[in-house]
């Protein structure tokens, strides 16, 4: 089964950047796109963006429009980055990594979503 590995979360004041990193274990067209969602305490699981695999067409929560940035490694093909700049206090939560399929692209339900990684952690405070 495809794993999913997340690095690059830490600490960062309001206002700073942080990119995250997603490592696939392999490149399979059993998975249309690759994403991001988060986890704050107390909180249910909230879509942050989606990239076509093959195609790169991105999708954004509104709420990280214009600060988060998805993307894919030119380079190599099982790698995709969340970069997050501007950040927010209400960004700081467990972020996880996951692929959907095609008849699924769109979706921002966790349920259309899966496997998952095991999430890194992203902390906004001053």
């Known amino acids: 089964q495809l794993q999913l590995v997340e690095s690059g979360g830490g600490l960062v004041q309001p206002g700073g950047s942080l990119r995250l990193s997603c490592a696939a274990s392999?490149?399979?067209?059993?998975?249309?796109?690759i994403g991001w969602f988060r986890q704050a305490p107390g909180k249910e699981r909230e879509f942050v963006a989606v990239?076509?695999?093959?195609?790169?067409?991105?999708?954004y929560a509104d709420s990280v429009k214009g600060r988060f940035t998805i993307s894919r490694d030119d380079a190599n093909d099982t790698v995709v980055y969340l970069q997050m700049n501007n950040l927010k206090p209400t960004d700081t939560a467990l972020y996880y990594c996951?692929?959907?399929?095609?008849?699924?692209?769109?979706?921002?339900?966790?349920?259309?979503?899966?496997?998952w990684g095991q999430g890194t952690q992203v902390t906004v405070s001053s």
């Open positions: 996951t692929t959907t399929s095609f008849s699924k692209f769109g979706s921002t339900s966790s349920r259309d979503f899966g496997p």
């Open positions: 990239i076509g695999w093959r195609d790169a067409t991105p999708l």
């Open positions: 392999e490149f399979t067209l059993d998975y249309y796109a």
